[in-house]
């Protein structure tokens, strides 16, 4: 008898112990907690195709620079997340991405440029009128100059405004840029002042940062230029903040 009773009661345990855990589904189990995975991704200008040099990629609470077109975010709690990238001149872009594993890659991401085409034109127009006798690296350095015053405090905040931009001094105006004032702007730009602009707009800048630059052998020792401080000389140009 004693062991009948013995034998009801170990039957009843684990009738409690089942309905406790929950029916088990083969195949599936849920993230544990703790789970953790890395989301990687490639960076391009959807109209040029470049990877983008610099910018930021957000998830959650992290954020991390964007390097040579790519960005790593680590540490990553398992979930869905709202992914966004953002670098000036180019209009941010939102995704919805679910973290569910330990390794997740996002190879087509592509970022639109602000300005439209007749923009993109008058810029490469300018670098071609001031920079066409210098190398590659000499024409994204000018083309970075002018993005550089787009973002500084005491230059307009436009393209359009930075390029053509006339300040008065002592009842005199002058022009920010010669080729603006004769003419020269107006002259198709080539190939190489197209490509220079949108290496400028990805990020590379060779100019480190420069508002300006000037071309020594044709400026006199007099002129304001030489006061500001220097950042690099690449070619006949000096580069300057």
Request: some cysteine; aromatic content about 10%.
């Amino acid at each position: 008898m004693r062991n009948h009773a013995l034998l009801i009661l170990l039957l009843l345990f684990a009738v409690i112990v089942e309905g406790c855990s929950g029916p088990q589904i083969p195949g599936t189990s849920p993230p544990s907690e703790g789970s953790y995975g890395t989301l990687t991704g490639i960076v391009t200008d959807e109209v040029s195709g470049l990877k983008l040099w610099s910018g930021t990629a957000a998830v959650g609470s992290q954020s991390v620079q964007i390097k040579d077109g790519g960005f790593e975010i680590t540490n990553i709690p398992y979930g869905t997340y709202t992914l966004t990238i953002q670098k000036p001149f180019y209009e941010a872009l939102t995704m919805q991405v679910a973290v569910n594993h330990k390794n997740i890659a996002l190879t087509d991401l592509q970022l639109q440029p602000i300005y439209n085409t007749s923009e993109m034109d008058l810029f490469a127009r300018l670098v071609h009128a001031e920079a066409k006798g210098e190398s590659y690296k000499g024409q994204v350095a000018v083309a970075a100059t002018i993005l550089n015053r787009v973002l500084h405090p005491d230059y307009p905040n436009t393209l359009y405004g930075v390029i053509n931009e006339v300040v008065t001094v002592n009842g005199k105006k002058y022009y920010q840029y010669e080729p603006v004032l004769n003419g020269t702007i107006n002259q198709p730009a080539g190939e190489s002042a197209k490509a220079a602009v949108y290496d400028a707009l990805a990020g590379w800048d060779p100019s480190l940062g420069a508002t300006g630059f000037f071309a020594p052998a044709k400026v006199g020792g007099s002129s304001w230029v030489w006061t500001r401080p220097m950042t690099i000389t690449i070619g006949n140009h000096r580069f300057f903040k």
